[in-house]
């Protein structure tokens, strides 16, 4: 076999996947193997021959190891195959995102998702007040408003003094200074606090605590998907520098 093309690397990609994940784990014993995948020696065999001619694995005898296109190879597969187990495993909850949304595989590697069900459809925001809960200091923006958030939040931003810089959209400010007019103002006002407008719409909300991250998404429709947390510093990078650019954004201004 010459030079392995893509077509090549995905069909072994596809039709191999288990014992892949052996291989690339170290395994290359073909007993265990053909135990763990729960296939015939036959078909161990052929597919060390398809990753021999792809040029994956060298023999010497009874004994295999991994080439060093091999190794970059498993490199790969691994890392992708983890990418996309995350983002499937999350996809009822993304799939209602815009496609350009920023939400990227910083905020999503080692998150976890609390769905919201029909019995209980706010239930996951208690994951974006347990994240504000622990916290020394919180950034946050919402597109949303329900009164047991600005409960919640009111207790922990004007009652225990938490400080805080917040980022709302015009519509959210406008339904606070209708509806909650003195405790809107005293968030506004307090001295440990920063408040802005923006008129940035996303279908998602964000909560930026000392060390975790909480991102509500909604459907567009004001209901709630689901809430993704990450506790990991890439997720914390992202969370930061999102909220960054919706501090920094020119429509967005200090109230």
């Known amino acids: 076999m010459g030079d392995p093309s893509v077509a090549d690397v995905l069909d072994i990609y596809n039709r191999r996947r288990e014992l892949l994940c052996l291989v690339c784990a170290g ?15 036959p078909t161990v065999d052929r597919s060390f021959r398809e990753l021999e001619e792809l040029g994956v ?3 010497s005898g009874t004994a295999h190891e991994l080439t060093a296109f091999g190794q970059l190879f498993c490199r790969e597969f691994t890392r992708t195959r983890a990418g ?3 983002i499937t495993e999350l996809s009822d909850v993304l799939s209602v ?6 939400i990227d595989m910083r905020l999503l590697k080692g998150a976890t998702a609390h769905r919201a069900e029909e019995h209980a459809p706010q239930e996951p925001f208690l994951d974006v007040v347990e994240a504000a809960a622990d916290a020394t200091e919180i950034r946050g923006y919402s597109s949303t408003v329900l009164p047991s958030y600005v409960d919640a939040f009111y207790s922990l931003v004007v009652d225990r003094e938490m400080p805080a810089t917040l980022v709302f959209t015009a519509d959210v400010v406008e339904t606070l200074e209708a509806n909650y007019p003195d405790r809107f103002a005293d968030l506004t006002e307090a001295a440990h606090t920063t408040v802005y407008e923006t008129t940035t719409t996303e279908m998602y909300g964000l909560l930026v605590g000392d060390d975790v991250v909480a991102v509500p998404v909604g459907d567009g429709g004001g209901s709630l998907e689901g809430v993704i947390v990450n506790d990991t510093a890439a997720a914390l990078a992202w969370a930061e520098a999102c909220f960054d650019g919706l501090v920094d954004a020119a429509d967005t201004t200090e109230i």
């Open 27 to 41: 395994t290359l014993d073909k007993r265990a193997i053909e135990r763990q995948v729960d296939c015939s020696r």
């Open 57 to 59: 694995l060298r023999s």
């Open 84 to 86: 996309l187990t995350t």
């Open 97 to 102: 995102l815009p496609r350009d949304s920023p």
